[in-house]
């Protein structure tokens, strides 16, 4: 398995409040994801990273912001959660572009309340 | 906008029956296709993938997918399916803007 972590795991936290979630990578890749995935939806991309400091936004960014300070982690902020983020969050990476395989990591469950 | 389309949602099979869930994109210029499980409570997974060449594809568990260009579509088959194969399945498609676009998902249940 590719060396993906995600922290934390699991995560219940109230509207309003701000919440960060962190994916670690030590395979030096370039291109790192977020995604959530909700039933009947699949995996939606939320933002992504093309190199440190390099992001852009997928089909669902609003209400998430990301950062990438160094290569092997890649970080996505709920600026003021809602009940609607409540979701499975995955990170994913990817060597040579989005075209090519991704590695997904293990996942984190959030519940806003 | 390009789209992805799994046609069966929820699929329930007994032991040592064939398999082949639906897979159909949008987009009509050169594509990469993928197959994705997830198996249950862990993270996804690749199954196979296909980029150009022979359009059978195989991969991992006994798996395979043909690549149909003028049906726009990217099936996924096994020949007979095991209680293990009890997951999400998920196909995606390399959007024209590099990105990957994933269908809805197909949860298979297989009986013993």
């Known amino acids: 398995d590719a060396g993906i972590t995600q922290s934390p795991r699991h995560k219940v936290t109230e509207t309003g409040t701000p919440v960060t979630l962190r994916c670690h990578q030590t395979?030096?890749?370039?291109?790192m994801y977020w995604y959530r995935q909700d039933p009947g939806h699949g995996l939606r991309l939320i933002h992504y990273?093309?190199?440190?400091?390099?992001?852009d936004k997928g089909e669902v960014s609003d209400g998430y912001s990301v950062s990438r300070s160094k290569t092997e982690d890649f970080l996505l902020t709920l600026e003021s959660a809602t009940s609607s983020q409540t979701s499975v969050y995955f990170c994913?990476?990817?060597?040579?572009?989005?075209?090519?395989?991704?590695?997904f990591g293990p996942g984190t469950r959030l519940t806003v309340l | 906008a390009q789209s992805v389309s799994q046609h069966n949602h929820h699929v329930i099979l007994s032991e040592a029956a064939s398999l082949e869930l639906g897979c159909n994109y949008s987009?009509?210029?050169?594509?990469?296709l993928f197959w994705y499980v997830q198996y249950p409570g862990q993270h996804l997974q690749l199954l196979l993938k296909?980029?150009?060449?022979?359009?059978l594809v195989k991969g991992i568990k006994g798996f395979e997918a043909e690549f149909i260009k003028s049906k726009f579509s990217f099936n996924l088959r096994k020949p007979s399916v095991q209680w293990s194969d009890t997951a999400e399945y998920f196909c995606?498609?390399?959007?024209?803007?590099?990105?990957?676009?994933f269908g809805q998902g197909t949860t298979l249940q297989v009986k013993p």
């Open positions: 995606a498609v390399r959007s024209n803007t590099g990105k990957l676009i």
């Open positions: 987009y009509g210029g050169t594509v990469n």
């Open positions: 994913a990476i990817s060597g040579r572009g989005a075209g090519d395989e991704q590695f």
């Open positions: 990273s093309y190199g440190v400091k390099d992001t």
């Open positions: 296909y980029f150009s060449g022979d359009p």
């Open positions: 395979e030096n890749h370039r291109y």
